[in-house]
């Protein structure tokens, strides 16, 4: 049974989609319905208020509601917002589209990842998933956004992008408030790409951490991370600037000084000798960089585009590549001119 008339349908309830839910529900007064796998997840939210197991110890107001009925939560809804990790995607596009109707207006993905296949970036695959939409109609939000410390209403910026900049600044004006500034732009394939590609740099820049080395083994990680998306961004058509905006450099040192990065926490763990399987083990939440990593590595070889920090944590990560061994061979690299990013 469907219920209508709600306004935002959310689809995933991890932390960062609760987080945004609770915001859009919270400090904007909308209502909203959010879709959850887990029985236990839905049952929390309606019953206690509270995401116990992605995000705990935030009081969630009565206007959000969860549903484990996916139709549910798309049917009615005037703008979808999809935040489910990036290796659903694929399988999930379609199933909410086999739901959709007249009355939605847009799509927003808050996916900070790529296309396990490795075969197109998730803003196209969107566009090809959901035809009645089509690109105009579809956008991506990212930026330094930890899910914790929005659902604390700490003031925030991001930045939304779509391929329609009416659609981008009319979302943008829609969920802005005192809490989340957002800005607006049109590059999607940069918005995107900065989004996704920071987790790979979090995690070696957790690893350096991890390994026992200071600022100067991190700053030169990071800023180094930086030109290797830059690199594949722009191959891909995105616009130079958009990397040192909020998705771009933002969101990437966010990722990778901060503490409740989960990306630099694996990463230094890693860093520290623990296995990859005995990390994953005991974590309910997903490591984006772990699947951007292998979709990062396919791009850069498709499109012939130098990424050595991101071959080697895909060595570490896959390959069995020694940690010492991967850094080694980072620093023995022949010499170059700093802003080789063409």
Not at 190 to 218: C, D, H, Q, R
């Amino acid at each position: 049974m469907t219920r209508k008339g709600s306004e935002i349908g959310v689809i995933g309830a991890g932390s960062w989609g609760t987080a945004f839910a609770r915001y859009l529900a919270g400090v904007k007064h909308l209502p909203v319905t959010m879709w959850a796998r887990e029985p236990e997840v839905v049952e929390s939210i309606n019953e206690r208020h509270e995401n116990t197991l992605y995000l705990p110890d935030v009081a969630l107001p009565e206007n959000l509601r969860a549903t484990a009925s996916l139709e549910e939560a798309v049917r009615g809804a005037q703008i979808l917002v999809i935040g489910v990790p990036s290796k659903f995607c694929p399988s999930l596009y379609p199933l909410v589209n086999s739901h959709l109707n007249g009355d939605c207006r847009c799509l927003i993905s808050l996916t900070k990842g790529l296309d396990e296949a490795g075969t197109d970036l998730l803003s196209r695959l969107m566009a090809k998933s959901f035809p009645s939409l089509g690109p105009s109609r579809i956008a991506v939000l990212s930026g330094p956004s930890f899910a914790r410390e929005l659902a604390k209403d700490h003031p925030t910026a991001v930045v939304i992008a779509s391929a329609e900049e009416a659609t981008a600044v009319d979302l943008q004006h829609s969920f802005s408030s005192s809490v989340l500034r957002i800005y607006h732009s049109t590059d999607v394939v940069g918005v995107e790409l900065g989004g996704a590609l920071k987790n790979i740099i979090a995690i070696a820049a957790g690893v350096v951490s991890g390994m026992g080395f200071g600022y100067n083994t991190l700053a030169s990680m990071i800023t180094r991370g930086n030109i290797e998306i830059l690199r594949l961004g722009l191959k891909l058509g995105a616009c130079e600037e958009t990397f040192l905006g909020l998705s771009g450099i933002g969101d990437l040192m966010l990722t990778c000084f901060g503490p409740l990065s989960r990306n630099r926490t694996f990463g230094e763990r890693i860093g520290k000798g623990e296995s990859m399987e005995a990390i994953l083990k005991g974590s309910v939440s997903v490591v984006e960089g772990l699947t951007t990593v292998k979709t990062a590595l396919k791009l850069s070889e498709k499109w012939g585009v130098e990424m050595p920090i991101t071959k080697q944590i895909h060595g570490v990560l896959y390959e069995g590549q020694d940690l010492k061994v991967a850094l080694k061979e980072l620093m023995g690299r022949s010499l170059k001119k700093e802003w080789n990013v063409r």
